[in-house]
C-alpha cells in the first residue's frame, strides 16, 4: 500500500511539475508582448523625445487633412484611405503624449506645428489651397499632398528605427514606417487613375 501511495505521489508531482511548466510556456508569448507594447520604459533618449514630439503634430496635420477628404473628395477610394489614415493615427496621437507626459515632456498641442519644419509637412499656403479645391482636382491634390506628409512620416520613423532606445517608441517607429509605406503605394496607384481635370 505505501508503494501505491508513494507512486501516486511522485505522478501528482510530476503532473504538478508538468502543469507549471505548460503555465509557464504559455505565459512566453505574454511576455515577448510586454516588450513592445504601449508603455514606455524608463530609458529612453533625446531621439525618442524628438520622435514623439514631431510625429505628433505630423500626424494631426494628416487627421486634418483626413477629416477634410471625409468632407469633400468624390473618389471613394479616397474617402477610404482617409479613415483609415484617421483610424490609425488618432490613437497613436493619444500613444506618443502619454509618452512625452510620462517622460516629463512638453505635449505639442493641435496647431502647432514647429514651425513646418519636419519632413513631409504641408506648408498653410498648401493647406489653404487644399481647402478651395473641388471636385477631382480636389482628389488629385489631397492624394500628392498625403504621398509626400507620409514619406516625410516614414523618414522620421526610420530615423527613430536606428536612433531611439525606448522599446516601445521603436516598435511604433517600425509600424509607422511599414503601414504608411503600403499607404504610399495604394496612393501612388490611385493618382495614377484619378482624372486630370
Known sequence: MTHVYRTTAVLL??????????SDS?????????????????????????????????????????????????????????????AAQDPEIKLMSGWLTAWGKPVPTPGEHAGHTMTGMMSPQEMDDLSKAHGSMYD???????????QGA?????????TGKDTAAVALAKKIQAAQ???ITTMQRLLRGLPTA
Not at 505565459?27 to 524628438?50: E, I, K
Not at 488629385?140 to 507620409?150: S, Y
Open 13 to 22: 508531482l510530476l503532473l504538478g511539475a508538468t502543469a507549471c511548466g505548460s
Open 26 to 86: 504559455g505565459s512566453m508569448p505574454g511576455m515577448s508582448h510586454s516588450s513592445t507594447s504601449a508603455t514606455p520604459s524608463a530609458s529612453y533618449n533625446d531621439a525618442d523625445v524628438m520622435f514623439a514630439s514631431q510625429m505628433i503634430p505630423h500626424h494631426q496635420q494628416a487627421v486634418v487633412m483626413a477629416d477634410s477628404a471625409l468632407r469633400k473628395a468624390t473618389n471613394a477610394e479616397v474617402k477610404q484611405l482617409a479613415t483609415a489614415i484617421k
Open 140 to 150: 488629385r491634390m489631397w492624394v500628392t499632398m498625403m504621398i509626400k506628409h507620409h
Open 154 to 162: 516614414v523618414t522620421m520613423a526610420k530615423t527613430e528605427e536606428t
Open 181 to 183: 509605406t503600403t499607404e
